[in-house]
């Protein structure tokens, strides 16, 4: 079992950054794949990013390309996600997940319970 726990979040202005974090205990996460997905109330969580094993390679929804960036710690057993420039349409929890699978799907196997991220115009 791998437990996450993402901090980080909050409220800030449009064009602000934020760098979330994902704690992960119980195993290391050196052999699985870290990715962040966002969910807005009533709506489908969304791939946002994910990094695989090793970190050699990412994946990013085309909304945040260029604008956030996933990047993990093995030896800390962290992952992040640095969010530069926050558009409104940003605000949403942030979830980290990690699997097996690097995809931009969602079948990963751990997930955390989430930060709050609150863009203002």
């Known amino acids: 079992q791998v437990q996450l726990v993402e901090s980080g979040g909050g409220l800030v202005q449009a064009g602000d950054s934020l760098r979330l974090s994902c704690a992960a205990s119980?195993?290391?996460?050196?052999?699985?794949?870290m990715a962040w997905f966002r969910q807005v109330p009533g709506k489908e969580r969304e791939f946002v990013a994910a990094?695989?094993?090793?970190?050699?390679?990412?994946y990013y929804a085309g909304s945040v390309k260029g604008r956030f960036t996933i990047s993990r710690d093995d030896s800390k057993n962290m992952a992040y996600l640095q969010m530069n420039s926050l558009k409104p349409e940003d605000t949403a929890d942030y979830y980290c997940?990690?699997?097996?699978?690097?995809?931009?799907?969602?079948?990963?196997?751990?997930w955390g319970q989430g930060t709050q991220v609150t863009v203002s115009s």
């Open positions: 990094i695989r094993w090793g970190g050699g390679m990412t």
């Open positions: 119980g195993r290391t996460i050196t052999n699985y794949a």
């Open positions: 997940a990690a699997g097996r699978i690097f995809t931009m799907g969602d079948p990963y196997d751990y």
